[in-house]
């Protein structure tokens, strides 16, 4: 028990210790608790001098320098029910073809078939690669719709020309068949490349304005 009588340098300090005061005390300087740390980056918006939300990024700028966020692609794998029916269109396309070359190197009047399955060919080749984009199948098939396509269009011109000049290949056959050597079938043949010049000069200068 202290003496209340003692001089005041006499009485025992009940203050706490400087060293334990500053222990619980906070710097100056350092981070209140709860804040993120100086130079760590803040999520949300950037706020404005009085806590106050920025403007949103790219504010201010043309039109045409904005960020602007790429489109998403559709990575949907196609029907394979569809793809099959595609497959099978295709397949149609390429029987029409091969029938379009084949009567087209048979004898007049079967040649006029050639023109026929040329046309058909050509729709169903149109339409199924129409079919195939829109699906969005890529590889083998539709390099080959691609190619088949463009062989018809070809091929119907050819049969157009051919239908156009059909009495100079009826010539023509019945020359070779009455024609028993090789000289009478050279004979023939140069008669023909003839008349499809004249009637190439005929049809030119009636086409011309």
Not at 11 to 21: L, V
Not at 29 to 41: K, S, V
Not at 107 to 112: D, E, G, I, L, R
Not at 143 to 171: E, N, Q, R
Request: proline share 13%; aromatic share 6%.
């Amino acid at each position: 028990m202290s003496n209340p009588y003692a001089p005041p340098e006499d009485r025992p300090s009940s203050a706490p210790d400087d060293g334990a005061a500053s222990q619980g005390a906070p710097q100056p300087g350092a981070p209140q608790p709860g804040t993120p740390p100086h130079g760590a980056p803040q999520q949300g918006h950037p706020t404005a001098p009085g806590g106050q939300p920025g403007p949103e990024a790219g504010w201010g700028m043309p039109p045409g320098q904005r960020p602007v966020a790429p489109p998403s692609r559709d990575t949907t794998p196609p029907d394979p029910e569809q793809v099959a029916a595609l497959a099978r269109q295709g397949r149609t396309f390429a029987a029409l073809m091969v029938a379009a070359v084949l009567t087209s190197s048979f004898p007049v009047p079967w040649q006029a078939a050639g023109l026929v399955f040329t046309v058909l060919a050509l729709v169903v080749g149109v339409r199924a690669l129409i079919r195939a984009i829109r699906l969005r199948v890529r590889g083998t098939l539709t390099g080959l719709l691609i190619g088949g396509v463009g062989v018809s269009a070809f091929w119907l011109v050819v049969s157009i020309g051919m239908a156009l000049m059909w009495p100079i290949y009826v010539d023509r056959q019945e020359c070779l068949a009455g024609a028993l050597t090789i000289s009478a079938r050279q004979e023939c043949e140069t008669q023909f490349r003839q008349s499809v010049e004249e009637w190439v000069e005929r049809f030119e200068t009636r086409t011309r304005p």
